[in-house]
């Protein structure tokens, strides 16, 4: 599966929390973030990453266009719903083309931890039948 982990700045260290606890489930998997976010989990975990632009330069669109070519099977999005974000409809056009091409998305730390069970379970199993 191919799994797009986004943070905002105030979820950052959560989201790194996140993925040491899961790197064992992560490990199986195709990882792609945003810059910084990417950078900090990769330090953390050893995980490898692909990394692209920080969120504000755009690393948000370029997951987002892989979403809209059904390159990306969940997206764990930790948002901080407290804080005013100046590219906050970026945001909304990323969560919107995750309903528009079914694709999971937690955005979170409870319902990330409920994709990431299901993904080792293999609830997810039917993403790869729709990647085909």
């Known amino acids: 599966m191919n ?3 986004i943070a905002h700045d105030a979820k950052k260290e959560l989201m790194v929390q996140f993925c040491i606890a899961y790197c064992g489930v ?3 998997h195709n990882l792609c973030a945003t ?3 990417g950078k900090m989990i990769a330090e953390a975990t050893g995980l490898e ?3 692209f632009l920080g969120g504000s330069q755009g690393g948000d669109q370029q997951i987002a266009a892989r979403i ?3 390159e990306i099977d969940m997206l764990i999005f930790l948002r901080d719903p407290l804080t005013a974000k100046p590219h906050e409809p970026n945001d909304m056009n ?3 083309l995750c309903d528009v091409h079914n694709i999971p998305v937690a955005t979170n730390i409870a319902t990330g931890e409920v994709l990431i069970h299901g993904l080792e379970r293999g609830d997810l199993d039917w993403r790869d039948i729709v990647r085909s």
């Open 49 to 51: 990453i692909q990394r």
């Open 3 to 5: 799994i797009a982990l």
């Open 68 to 70: 809209s070519f059904n």
């Open 94 to 96: 990323l969560l919107r």
């Open 35 to 37: 810059g910084s976010t």
């Open 26 to 28: 992560l490990s199986r």
